[in-house]
Every structure is written in C-alpha cells, then in structure tokens.
C-alpha cells in the first residue's frame, strides 16, 4: 500500500508542473463565445496575428468548425484552423494542412516573427 501510495504521488508530482505550466511568452486561451476554440495569445492575453504587408492579419486557432470566422473585436483578423498548437519557451510551433510555423518574439513589444515552411502535400 505504501508502495502504491509513493508511485502515484511521484507521477503526480511530476505530471502537474507539466499540465499548469506555460511557457511565459505564450499562452493559448479560449476564443469568447467559441468555448470550443482556443487561439495562440500573448502574456496579457491577446491574440498573436501573423499580420499581410497588403493589409490584414489571420489569427491560428485549434478547434475546427468551432470557431468563428473572425476575432471577436478584431474584424481584419481571420481565424484559420490549426491541427496543432504547441507552445516551448521562446516558440511557439504551428502545423497546418500544408504548413509548419516558427512564432519567435522579434523585438520588443508584441511583434512576434513567422517562419513558415511549406509541408510536403500528398498528390
């Protein structure tokens, strides 16, 4: 029993830090009125956008179907559905269907910098 008692509280112990802990550039939190959709945010909470030079932004999001079209507040950003968001750090990684991207802090402030490469598509 006690054996038992010691094996659970250690993976315990170990497993919690990794589920609560966040990287502290980045955090991924709920879209309001999309319960089901999460987007990719700074430390203050708001939503990392890769910005167009020809105007706009889109905002990447885990979540499908359950998230709306545009940011609540920010209507030039478009949502576009991720597989997956993970966050490590100094990055933030972000796989679409046909693209993996590096978010990186560039600067000061909230400017974040993109590196998109291009995953090789099934024909």
């Known amino acids: 029993m006690l054996r038992l008692f ?4 250690a993976l315990l112990s170990l497993s919690v830090p990794c589920a609560v802990a966040d990287s502290p550039w980045y955090r991924i939190i709920p879209v309001p009125n999309a319960p089901g959709c999460k987007v990719l945010a700074d430390p203050n909470g708001r939503p990392i956008q890769q910005r167009y030079e020809t105007g706009g ?3 990447y999001a885990i979540g499908g179907k ?5 940011f ?3 209507s030039y950003a478009t ?3 991720a597989r997956s968001i993970t966050t490590d750090g100094n990055f933030a990684r972000i796989i679409t269907k046909t ?3 590096v978010v990186s802090r560039g600067g000061t402030g909230n400017h974040y910098q993109f590196a ?4 090789d598509a099934v024909r």
């Open 6 to 9: 010691l094996v659970v509280s």
């Open 57 to 59: 932004a889109r905002i």
């Open 66 to 70: 359950a998230c709306p079209q545009k």
């Open 72 to 74: 609540p507040g920010e």
């Open 79 to 81: 949502i576009s559905t």
């Open 99 to 101: 693209r993996k991207l």
């Open 116 to 119: 998109i490469n291009k995953l």
